[in-house]
């Protein structure tokens, strides 16, 4: 493709029904002093494309809808300049704001995307939008970047990064973002632009809900983008399963069908110090009936182990390590239970805490019964990575009721029928145990919600394997369902796109 002398300013802007704005928005480009003005107008039925051709702007004109992003990539394909700067027909930007981006490139970054961070710190419930974004950055390690992405205008960017992302990926904004940090390009967000107060409200797409899916139009569209930038994600990253299976190996419990009990509670002890007033724990669970209380840990001190006998429980000490909530794969093997409630060995739990998620087993609401957290959404602005990893792969299997719920959280129970099914030792991967349960078709639930702090000691897991156990649970999501994990795409013209590459390498 021709190129223009040094830092060239294209600007391209992807428009449908506009009249009303595009020649204000043309009026603030053009004290920009740009190269070219590319309009990209697709299934208009009003004058925006007349208007940009008096206006002496570029006009591609498609008489139907190419679905929303498929104009910016073909009026980036299009483009000559060096720097390109990217946006919308229905929100005019001041031209002041604008030039933060052109100058982010000019100062050496390849790509400058527009600032919502102070987004993240509204009193409401973060939108499933808003999540999607923050998640993919923090699953591609530039937690920086917060929820700032190539799918809110403005953005700008360079020729080379143009180059490297390929113009087509910008038809699905977070796999553009996704190749542009595994290709290292130096991203930035130099202005805040609100474009969300802004947005105009399309109720076809803003609230008439897409078809098999609980969310709108526009929400199911944007997660299935998502789900194909992490599809890429794996398939970059390879097959990783992160955790030691074979550990499980020797604890399995051949009486559980000749001696069955009704209850068994699993207590993890997976970190230093040793817990403090565990006995009393154990005490609570046996006026409760769980006769079966298992405690699993390392290396536990003698005196320790023949206190947590005492007190009526059998202990698992293990002689060697092993990664985080294996532990309660091994308890899970060695329990007869029918109903298994799951405890962390650093936390004090009353009576009053456990109840709840026996009584939604025992009753059959539930199969799998979650400590409901969703207190955390609003309580903690930003809200915690942890958090939001969780929240996000709940909306990608479309159970966005579960919120940021997960087995990683104690307590918890689970009925013996899905251990039956997915097996112990996909315990050891909390989000991949989870997503198997869903498709499986297993009712889950959070009949309570249970705000317990442990107690004080260092973090037993790390980011890093958050986001390897996740990656764990999208990746079977994905090849049950396809790259964008069942969600529509928005009628976008992906045939369109692959004719113009096909197109280029003539």
Not at 357 to 367: G, M, R, Y
């Amino acid at each position: 493709m021709e190129q223009t002398s040094k830092e060239n300013l294209s600007i391209i802007v992807q428009a449908q029904n506009e009249e009303d704005t595009i020649a204000k928005l043309i009026w603030e480009l053009k004290l920009l002093a740009p190269y070219e003005i590319i309009i990209v107008v697709n299934g208009s039925t009003d004058s925006t494309a007349s208007i940009a051709a008096t206006m002496n702007c570029m006009v591609i004109h498609y008489d139907s809808p190419l679905g929303i992003n498929i104009g910016k990539a073909i009026g980036i394909r299009q483009a000559k300049g060096d720097i390109l700067l990217i946006t919308d027909g229905d929100i005019v930007i001041r031209s002041e704001q604008l030039r933060s981006f052109i100058e982010a490139i000019k100062n050496g970054f390849d790509v400058a995307l527009n600032d919502l961070s102070w987004s993240m710190y509204k009193k409401s419930k973060p939108h499933p939008t808003a999540i999607c974004k923050r998640a993919l950055n923090i699953f591609l390690r530039r937690e920086d970047l917060k929820v700032n992405a190539f799918g809110a205008i403005p953005f700008a960017l360079n020729r080379k990064a143009v180059d490297a992302i390929g113009w087509w990926n910008f038809a699905d904004p977070p796999m553009a973002q996704a190749v542009a940090v595994f290709k290292k390009l130096r991203i930035t967000s130099p202005e805040s632009v609100d474009v969300i107060t802004t947005n105009k409200i399309r109720p076809r797409q803003h609230r008439t809900l897409a078809k098999n899916s609980p969310y709108p139009r526009s929400t199911s569209r944007i997660i299935g983008d998502h789900l194909r930038a992490m599809k890429y994600i794996i398939d970059e990253k390879g097959p990783s399963d992160g955790k030691e299976r074979d550990r499980l190996t020797g604890y399995e419990n051949t009486t559980r069908l000749t001696n069955p009990v009704k209850y068994s509670a699993i207590i993890s002890i997976e970190k230093d110090p040793i817990p403090k007033n565990i006995s009393n724990l154990i005490k609570r669970l046996k006026k409760l009936e769980i006769d079966e209380i298992i405690v699993v840990g390392y290396l536990l001190e003698h005196n320790f182990v023949n206190q947590l006998k005492a007190a009526g429980s059998i202990v698992i000490n293990l002689s060697l390590p092993t990664r985080f909530f294996t532990y309660r794969a091994i308890g899970t093997a060695a329990c007869t239970g029918e109903c298994i409630l799951f405890l962390d060995g650093h936390r004090t739990y009353l009576q009053r805490h456990i109840i709840p998620f026996l009584k939604a087993i025992d009753n059959q609401e539930a199969d799998i019964a979650l400590n409901n957290m969703k207190h955390l959404l609003l309580s903690k602005k930003p809200i915690e990575d942890f958090d939001t990893v969780n929240y996000f792969l709940n909306l990608s299997v479309k159970r966005p009721d579960l919120f940021c719920n997960s087995l990683y959280s104690t307590p918890h129970a689970i009925h013996r029928r899905v251990i039956d099914k997915l097996g112990t030792e996909c315990l050891s991967i909390p989000p991949l145990a989870q997503t198997l349960a869903i498709h499986n078709g297993f009712k889950i639930k959070s009949p309570y919600s249970c705000k317990l702090n442990p107690q004080k000691n260092p973090d037993i897991i790390s980011i890093e394997t958050i986001l390897v156990d996740h990656l764990n649970a999208f990746q079977p999501h994905l090849n049950c369902t396809n790259e964008r994990g069942g969600f529509t795409d928005g009628k976008k013209n992906r045939k369109l796109v692959e004719e113009l590459k096909q197109l280029d390498k003539t």
